[in-house]
């Protein structure tokens, strides 16, 4: 399941940067970009500006990802930092980004990422970090981007702080039909509560949240709560079309 995640992440993000350089090698060239799906007969105004928009459409793709995507240098410079990688890197994550530039919130962070990413970029070695400590640990995957690319980057996936993301909440809710009731129980259970936190969140009785559970899998088929969990995490990591931006 992850790594199919991943592999989405990664296919775009290595798109995007290999069509940006070859537009930008084209436009300072005056020549052509190399990119598979340019057909050769166009003028070649119209090959860099397919080029451009492809690479833009991949830059899009990163944008609906309901995972933390940035798109690094070598130095940890970003290139491009999707919206869930902006939200998630707020006062309680171990990253951080200052001056365009990612680093580790706490300096006994610091060797472990910059191993990783001079590991990526050199060596094209892939590997996951444990960063923080308490509440504020948080896990990170670092992949090198270097096949066909005249230019290393690197990818860094970071791990999404619940089950599901509210739309595909809601998508899950509208497909079994459940209740507004229901419907929250759902989302607090993704986001790791249990049926006795869920009842004190809702001022009612345990046995009342275990009488929603029950229907809740009745409806969508699930044998039991692991079994519902496992159905919201393979739901596509989508972001919601709703969503606020960040300034």
């Known amino acids: 399941m992850w790594s199919a995640k991943q592999t989405l992440a990664e296919a ?20 052509m970009p190399t990119s598979p799906v340019v057909t050769h007969g166009r003028p070649r105004a119209e090959r860099r500006h397919a080029a451009s928009l492809t690479s833009h459409w991949m830059s899009l793709v990163l944008e609906e990802l309901d995972y933390g995507v940035l ?12 919206l869930a990688a902006r939200r998630n890197l707020d006062a309680e994550h171990p990253l951080e980004m ?3 530039h990612v680093r580790a919130r706490d300096a006994k962070d610091a060797p472990a990422l910059l191993d990783a990413l ?7 070695r892939r ?47 509208l497909r079994y039909g459940l209740t507004p009731t229901e419907t929250e129980v759902l989302k607090a259970l993704s986001a790791g509560a249990r049926p006795g936190d869920v009842a004190a969140q809702q001022g009612v009785a345990i ?3 275990r009488t929603q559970i029950q ?33």
Do not use: Y
């Open 12 to 31: 775009a993000a290595a798109r995007a940067l290999a069509l940006a350089q070859q537009t930008r090698a084209a436009d300072a060239e005056g020549g």
């Open 71 to 82: 798109l690094l240098t070598a130095d940890a410079r970003v290139v491009h930092c999707n």
């Open 98 to 100: 200052v001056d365009n």
């Open 118 to 124: 001079h590991g990526a970029q050199h060596d094209g």
């Open 127 to 173: 590997c996951l970090l444990r960063l923080g400590e308490g509440a504020a640990k948080a896990n990170v995957v670092v992949v090198p981007l270097n096949r066909d690319v005249t230019q290393t980057a690197v990818l860094v996936v970071l791990e999404r702080r619940q089950l599901c993301g509210e739309l595909a909440a809601q998508w899950f809710a």
């Open 207 to 209: 046995s009342t949240v």
């Open 215 to 247: 229907s809740i899998r009745a409806k969508s088929g699930a044998d039991s709560i692991g079994e519902l969990l496992r159905q919201l995490a393979m739901l596509p990591p989508l972001m919601s079309a709703l969503r606020m931006e960040l300034n």
